[in-house]
């Protein structure tokens, strides 16, 4: 069964190249040109993949990243962007992009991140995650993507379940910064773990009776983090 992507680009010639790339090696391509038009064929096309420019007419590419992550934690995006700034990244990443490649790139580049992308996706999907995580006073159901803590209840995204997972199966043992951006966003990530320092810390919210001074979720400093049930 071929992949289905959504290719998401307002110059043309762009878009032209990348879908007759992608269709040659048997993936299934639809596209937009705006940002309105994105959302749509995403609705109604229902991809295992996003190829997303953020500069687009209508609405950005981060506005349809923040409108699908509303509702859809798990399709894979990748932003694509000629911006090379480390703000621009780290935008994309915070809103739920999965990887971005900067303009131009190669074909070689393009294939094998979308190969790389599917892949964890499918691993992910495939991942038996119906078992209730209990640390502490909390209580995380993974199938809901929701927890508890003394009581109440709050959601999860899929980057907090899949770091909270990550850390209970390395429990106590001290994980780098570089080691769980890899492991968690799939991207070899060069320059700020400001991503990652403000995931913990929105983590810390939801499941830290006082999140100045944790008790799960510590911080090694100058390394990362470690984890304690």
């Known amino acids: 069964m071929k992949h289905k992507i959504l290719v998401v680009e307002?110059?043309?010639s762009i878009l032209t190249g990348v879908t007759d790339l992608l269709e040659s090696e048997g993936y299934a391509v639809c596209s937009a040109t705006d940002g309105k038009q994105a959302i749509s064929s995403y609705e109604e096309s229902h991809p295992d993949l996003l190829l997303l420019d953020i500069m687009l007419p209508e609405k950005s590419g981060y506005d349809v990243c923040r409108h699908?992550?509303?509702?859809?934690?798990?399709?894979p995006i990748i932003m694509l962007t000629a911006k090379s700034q480390e703000v621009d990244k780290v935008i994309g990443l915070?809103?739920?992009a999965d990887d971005y490649i900067i303009k131009p790139f190669g074909i070689h580049e393009l294939l094998a991140r979308i190969r790389a992308v599917l892949r964890r996706a499918s691993i992910r999907t495939a991942e038996p995650e119906t078992a209730l995580m209990t640390?502490?006073?909390v209580v995380i159901d993974p199938e809901k993507m929701q927890g508890t803590r003394n009581g109440e209840p709050?959601?999860?995204?899929s980057r907090e379940l899949h770091l909270l997972q990550f850390f209970s199966e390395n429990?106590?043992?001290?994980?780098d910064r570089n080691t769980l951006l890899t492991r968690i966003w799939g991207v070899s990530y060069e320059g700020t773990t400001r991503t990652l320092d403000q995931h913990i810390a929105k983590l810390r919210q939801k499941i830290e009776d006082d999140p100045a001074d944790p008790r799960h979720i510590k911080t090694v400093h100058g390394t990362g983090y470690r984890f304690c049930s």
């Open 171 to 175: 429990e106590e043992k001290v994980l």
């Open 68 to 75: 699908i992550r509303g509702t859809d934690q798990l399709t």
């Open 94 to 96: 915070e809103l739920g």
């Open 10 to 12: 307002d110059d043309a």
């Open 135 to 137: 640390f502490g006073n």
């Open 154 to 157: 709050f959601d999860l995204t």
